[in-house]
């Protein structure tokens, strides 16, 4: 078998040859990669190269729909090849292989026979224990119609594609390459001055060959080079196709036939009579209504009503309805069904970020304010003592809808106000007797509150006290809720010992701990004070994040009264009330003072019921369960573990003080919500984003009280652009707000 001849062969070293039929048939570059293909079209060989294409990796698929890859080669000779000659009965259940196949790996080489046995079994390395003997003669078998594989050794390994009819044949070589075929003695010469010596030879110019070619190389810089003028045949053909595109230009340029490379002053025009060319024109029917009209352009786009002849004998023509017609039509006789509150009540109930309000029983449609009507209803309509606000939004986007939707339940609560639990609900239908009165204006059908406050944050709302605007914010649609962080927890070290100061704050550090180290009480009760000082502008309510959530004790070289000055100070710090998470004070003993259990060991049972005696350490978190006075340095800390700390010991501590934190969050949304269950966690959790319930009542409540200290905004008010996360608020602080430092 031999590859096609030069004949076959284009420019650059590539093979192009093809089926009779016009079918791609081979396509080889000169760097070896490229495929072959049966005449069917599939892929029958997939070459890429790997490096300058003296090393392919080769794929061999069968001719079949799923395109079964039959063989695959790489760099190495790691691989495989299968005799696929039958059908697919030579695969059993589980897509096991059963046949002729030739298995090559890193070390070793499998055949098999027909029947999927194993024939023969060789190692590469000759020398290596148990290493077989390669076979004797070439592994030689068709791998369908078209492909034939032959194994030599590993350098020579070939698979032949062939298309008798045809007269193609091509083989890819997928032996073993190296960069580097001969060693340096084959390259080299006795020397003759010095026995024993081997001289490498390298041919080198000499001076006058040297002085020629960079004196040809200054000649050609010196004239018009050409191709002509190239010795390499490549290059040289690769510049005459070049020269050939270049003439042809200038010849255009020369002779006036090239296009404008820049656009004049009718381009547009020229582009939109060449448009409207090549649309089809409307066949003009004679019944049309209007003037015809005068641009070509203009019937493109004219989707007018048009008439028709009526009735014979009845003189009249019946006017057919156009577009916008119809629909008007179709909407007034067939109206939108109103939502009952079961399903505005679910919206968004399945998504993952947007939670459903579950308490909000009332909703209220709002009032339609139209520009007619805007002026008259923040200043005639609404009360003298009412807060007037306008709800801007559009009803194409669903933020507008939420937005929309979490008005009319804060208007079904002010409404509701006055309606005690356990009563039945007492809806005030006057809306002149309310605080607060709500209106929305559809932003698509005017531009007027653009014009007059630059509105274009949207939705949005504004708030007008007798007449005049008092405030107007960016809504942030429905609540998202902020999950609890999982950060690990702010550690202080008092730790007098040296050597088991490196080792915990090594793992401290790997871990991504913040912690702080002491030596002594006094340096601890610093760093307490200096952390609490540092957030002591946030409030009250924030000194949870600027306390120690751990502090872990030395059991032997610190002393019980240390600990209480400690735990003293640092229990003054991290705020007050029910938001106040404990401190959890955890004791170090050192490792072979209680003696370590067998896993599995239960920490939430009794180590008597798991079968151990009292006091007995967990080996992969190191907390001692049933630990004594003596372990707790006298009770002054709540657990005790044993060194060394590892990442177990902490990933416990850490779970611990998640769970007071959770604890104290509890507590804060117990005591906001006054024990109602059903009142969402966004609404009295501090920590959300977005607009609820209860954020937009507030926001009214100041901006009444604004309006009645005649705290109106400027008659140049601008809004202009606000982003929603000005209304985040994350533990009482609003985002976007300054931070107010008490002097």
């Not at 009779?20 to 005449?39: M, P, R, T, V």
């Not at 196949?101 to 499998?110: D, E, G, N, Y």
């Amino acid at each position: 078998m031999s590859n096609p001849t030069k004949d076959k062969t284009k420019e650059f070293g590539c093979i192009d040859v093809s089926y009779s039929s016009g079918q791609k048939a081979l396509f080889i570059n000169k760097d070896n990669s490229g495929f072959a293909y049966y005449e069917s079209g599939n892929v029958a060989v997939c070459v890429s190269s790997l490096i300058n294409g003296y090393q392919v990796k080769s794929f061999f698929y069968a001719d079949d729909p799923k395109k079964t890859l039959i063989g695959t080669i790489d760099e190495h000779v790691n691989g495989f090849a299968l005799d696929f000659t039958g059908d697919e009965e030579k695969y059993e259940k589980g897509n096991q292989f059963k046949g002729r196949k030739l298995v090559m790996t890193k070390t070793s080489a499998i055949f098999t026979d027909v029947d999927g046995n194993i024939t023969k079994e060789w190692k590469w390395n000759p020398n290596a224990q148990d290493a077989g003997t390669p076979p004797d003669k070439p592994i030689e078998f068709n791998m369908n119609e078209q492909l034939k594989f032959k194994f030599v050794d590993r350098k020579r390994v070939f698979v032949y594609f062939r298309a008798p009819s045809e007269g193609l044949q091509y083989a890819f070589d997928c032996g073993e390459k190296f960069r580097r075929t001969k060693t340096y003695i084959e390259n080299g010469q006795r020397s003759k001055i010095v026995k024993g010596k081997i001289d490498l030879v390298v041919k080198t110019p000499s001076l006058i060959e040297r002085f020629d070619e960079e004196e040809r190389l200054n000649q050609l810089n010196k004239t018009n080079v050409g191709s002509k003028d190239i010795t390499n045949p490549e290059i040289a053909q690769a510049m005459k196709a070049q020269e050939d595109i270049t003439n042809e230009y200038m010849d255009r340029i020369i002779n006036h036939k090239y296009v404008n490379p820049y656009m004049d002053g009718r381009w547009r025009t020229d582009a939109i009579q060449l448009t409207v060319n090549e649309v089809p024109k409307l066949v003009e029917t004679g019944t049309e209504i209007g003037p015809k009209p005068t641009n070509a352009a203009a019937g493109i786009f004219c989707l007018a009503s048009t008439k028709r002849a009526g009735k014979a004998g009845t003189g009249k023509a019946i006017v057919d309805e156009g577009e916008l017609e119809t629909k008007a039509r179709l909407v007034k006789e067939n109206p939108k069904l109103p939502r009952p509150f079961v399903l505005r009540a679910a919206s968004g109930r399945y998504s993952r970020d947007m939670p459903v309000e579950v308490d909000l029983d009332i909703s209220i449609p709002l009032e339609v304010v139209t520009p007619k009507t805007f002026t008259s209803y923040i200043s005639e309509i609404a009360g003298a003592d009412q807060l007037c606000v306008i709800l801007c939004s559009r009803a194409d986007t669903q933020e507008h809808v939420w937005a929309e939707q979490l008005m009319e339940y804060v208007l079904g609560a002010i409404c509701t106000a006055g309606t005690r639990k356990g009563k039945r609900v007492r809806i005030e239908k006057d809306l002149s007797k309310i605080l607060y009165r709500i209106g929305k204006f559809d932003m698509t059908q005017s531009r007027l509150l653009v014009k007059r406050y630059n509105v274009k944050s949207l939705p949005c709302y504004l708030a007008f006290y007798n007449g005049k605007l008092v405030s107007c914010k960016a809504m942030g649609q429905k609540a998202i809720k902020l999950t609890k962080s999982d950060d690990n927890p702010r550690t202080l070290l008092y730790e007098p010992n040296f050597a088991d100061q490196i080792k915990t704050e090594k793992i401290l550090k790997k871990l991504r701990y913040e912690w702080d180290l002491c030596i002594t009480s006094a340096a601890g009760v610093a760093h307490a004070k200096r952390l609490a000082d540092s957030g002591k502008h946030l409030g009250a309510d924030r000194q949870d994040e600027y306390a120690y959530s751990l502090v872990m004790v030395n059991n032997e070289m610190i002393g019980v009264e240390d600990v209480k000055t400690l735990k003293k100070f640092v229990s003054r710090t991290g705020g007050s009330g029910p938001s106040k998470a404990s401190t959890l004070f955890c004791s170090m003993v050192k490792m072979g003072t209680v003696p370590l259990a067998k896993l599995p060991l239960d920490l939430n049972e009794e180590p008597e019921k798991q079968g151990y005696i009292p006091p007995i350490a967990c080996p992969r978190t190191g907390i001692i369960l049933g630990a004594g006075n003596e372990h707790l340095c006298n009770g002054t800390c709540s657990v005790a573990v044993v060194k060394d700390i590892r990442r177990g010991t902490l990933d416990a501590m850490n779970s611990q003080v998640q769970a007071l934190k959770q604890a104290a969050m509890d507590a804060v949304v117990a005591s906001r919500s006054k024990g109602d269950g059903n009142v969402p966690r966004e609404e009295v959790d501090g920590r959300h984003m977005g607009h609820t319930k209860t954020d937009l009542l507030q926001e009214f409540a100041a901006a009444l009280a604004k309006g009645r200290r005649g705290q109106f905004q400027k008659k140049n008010f601008n809004y202009g652009i606000n982003l929603t996360t000005s209304t985040t608020n994350f533990r009482g602080q609003v985002l976007g707000e300054p931070i107010k430092i008490d002097d």
